[in-house]
């Protein structure tokens, strides 16, 4: 089934049941008032979400309207807890090769992991306001799920039960404030500022065949100021499934439900399938050429990232946003 969280002034929205065409769409408050209710008892709650989901797409609700992404919030407009991972290590070995960094070994078979700001998400058609260009604005398309609850030390090969909904992200990235942070030792802060996420959060089924072995296998389409720079296949080059991540993560803690774990920036080797960051096209200017030429975001800038199946139809739904400077 596909899930979203419509605008109604309030920090939690109100749940809604999307159509598999993303056309129609259908409150849930019968159900549940918020996503976050719904996966708290997602056992119960759940079947009548999906009953729901299917006399939609039926044409059998007699309370559908149309669906619009531009009044979505994030589906999780809030989380208890949202964990970044970094599983396209050619992502990593590339940005560390640019700068002359060594690549350790460890990096390929212990996933890397930061836990981002989790209490104010950004919709997926809200600006991304920001306080300067000079800061080196950024974007990250990745994949995420949310989990159900999941308990200390689960096994990899059960990880995938904990899995409710996957979306899409923007991990925004402000670049040039980064290596003074990394320096200080205590990892990403300032630099890492309220992701944005897709207007649906689907179920695995809906993805069909492409979601196979905890991974997603579909490119993700990247398009910057209207022209498509990276459309990598997020099931290749992925080092580190869902699964795994999962695992990494409850290695000493529960993860309760509505935790949400990123993939981080998707990334494939073969380069002709562009890049999902702009700190990626640098890196591979500075191997070729020994200088960066891409430059970061511009206030007035627009970022859209999406995923399409088989028949080019939307998944997911958009993030397509632009980059503003905050009133101040």
């Not at 050429?289 to 739904?317: C, P, Q, R, V, Y």
Request: hydrophobic fraction near 40%; aromatic fraction near 8%; proline fraction near 5%.
């Amino acid at each position: 089934m596909k899930l979203a969280t419509l605008k109604d002034g309030s920090r939690d929205g109100q749940l809604m049941i999307v159509s598999r065409d993303l056309k129609t769409a259908m409150m849930a408050d019968a159900m549940a008032p918020t996503l976050q209710r719904a996966l708290d008892d997602w056992n119960f709650i759940g079947p009548q979400l999906q009953q729901a989901y299917e006399r939609l797409n039926t044409g059998r609700a007699s309370n559908a309207f149309d669906f619009d992404p531009a009044k979505c919030m994030a589906p999780l407009p809030r989380a208890f807890q949202w964990a970044d991972g970094s599983s396209y290590v050619n992502h990593v070995e590339l940005v560390r090769k640019a700068r002359n960094a060594d690549m350790p070994d460890s990096f390929w078979h212990d996933p890397l992991m930061y836990q981002g700001g989790s209490d104010d998400f950004i919709g997926p058609r809200d600006d991304i306001e920001l306080g300067s260009e000079e800061w080196g604005i950024d974007f990250e398309s990745e994949i995420a799920v949310i989990t159900g609850d999941v308990p200390m030390g689960v096994k990899v090969q059960h990880a995938a039960e904990y899995i409710r909904l996957l979306m899409l992200v923007n991990d925004v990235s402000l670049r040039n404030l980064i290596p003074a942070e990394l320096a200080k030792g205590f990892g990403f802060f300032q630099s890492k500022p309220a992701s944005s996420f897709s207007p649906v959060a689907v179920t695995p089924d809906e993805l069909g065949d492409a979601w196979k072995d905890g991974k997603v296998h579909l490119p993700l389409r990247s398009t910057w100021n209207g022209n498509l720079v990276g459309q990598p296949n997020a099931g290749v080059d992925m080092v580190f499934s869902f699964p795994q991540l999962i695992t990494h993560l409850c290695k000493t803690r529960n993860a309760r439900a509505g935790t949400i774990i990123g993939s981080g920036t998707v990334s494939n080797k073969d380069a002709a399938k562009g890049y999902s960051c702009i700190a990626e096209q640098r890196a591979l200017e500075m191997i070729a050429h020994g200088e960066a030429t891409t430059s970061f975001m511009k206030f007035g800038d627009n970022i859209k990232i999406e995923m399409l199946d088989k028949n080019g139809k939307s998944i997911f739904g958009a993030i397509d946003q632009s980059v503003v400077e905050i009133a101040r």
